[in-house]
């Protein structure tokens, strides 16, 4: 999907992906005036230019906490936006923005912060259609073979979705959806908020995030969202950080520093935009 993190995680993958090894950053000590954050234009419920995005709320609570205006920097997040965002600078001028707000725990592209939240790719169906019953993947395994035979499942290509479709030899039931889309106004939410919504799918799976939310904006008909399990070698859970350039480790720790002060405010603003959390393994 277009990114978001949508990402190493498939889609959360995409949200992130990255160019080639970072130039080396010169550390940046001196007191933040603006707080400039690398966004996607388009890419709800992350980020959008109206500032409607979860990512956008956590933004605004950031600036408030460091006292200093917000500007963004937009650029569409699909291959090298870490490059054309948080790396992008002219001769003589200053990087654009210092900040993404979501990349994925373990993303080498940034130097990422302790991460913030955890979720996890969620099934999605609507109510009423047979598929009630169905309460986690193993349920979804466990269909009859018939009424699995008549499934259109959308999932983002490269996502863990497909590679699950793969495993349990479903890839006839699957329907692809490009994770990258060179259309500006595509948006990773369509495939719920418009296919599954009309009836061109039966179910989709999707980055949790994505999933809670258009779920949410769909109301007829009633859309139900089911966490899906990871299995050996395939999660579909991921934990989410905040990404600052290579070499800023006393930005990086200012980042930190608001994230620990705020970690109610901002599982708050998750819940608000029904963002499926789970709980991190390793208790962290």
Same mark, same amino acid.
């Given at each position: ?74 650029f569409p997040n699909r291959l090298a ?32 912060t302790k991460a913030y939240y955890r ?33 259109? !499942? ?24 490009? !994770? ?20 061109? !799918? ?7 995030? !994505? ?55 901002i599982l708050a603003i998750l819940r ?13």
């Open positions: 999907m277009r990114a978001r993190r949508l990402l190493a995680l498939g889609l959360a993958a995409l949200a992130c992906t990255g160019g080639a090894a970072w130039a080396q950053a010169v550390p940046d000590d001196s007191p933040r005036t603006v707080l400039k954050v690398c966004q996607d234009p388009n890419n709800l419920p992350f980020s959008n230019l109206k500032g409607e995005g979860y990512e956008n709320r956590i933004a605004e609570l950031f600036a408030r906490d460091l006292g200093v205006p917000l500007r963004y920097f937009s936006f870490i490059r054309n965002t948080l790396r992008y600078r002219l001769p003589g001028e200053d990087y654009r923005c210092d900040v993404v707000l979501g990349v994925p725990a373990e993303f080498d592209q940034v130097s990422a979720s996890t790719y969620a099934l999605v169906f609507p109510k009423g259609k047979g598929l009630d019953a169905v309460k986690n993947s193993d349920d979804l395994l466990a269909l009859p073979a018939e009424t699995q035979r008549k499934l259109r !499942i959308g999932v983002f290509d490269r996502s863990p979705a497909a590679l699950w479709l793969v495993r349990h030899e479903l890839v006839d039931r699957g329907v692809p959806y490009p !994770i990258m889309s060179p259309d500006p106004d595509q948006y990773p939410g369509q495939l719920i908020e418009r296919d599954l919504a009309q009836g061109k !799918i039966d179910a989709a799976i999707v980055w949790g995030p !994505i999933a809670g939310y258009f779920a949410t904006r769909v109301r007829s008909p009633e859309l139900m969202v089911v966490p899906m399990k990871s299995e050996p070698g395939l999660p579909f859970e991921f934990s989410m950080a905040m990404g600052v350039r290579h070499g800023e480790p006393k930005w990086k720790a200012v980042v930190e520093g608001f994230l620990a002060r705020n970690q109610a405010q608000e935009y029904a963002v499926p959390l789970v709980p991190d393994p390793a208790g962290k």
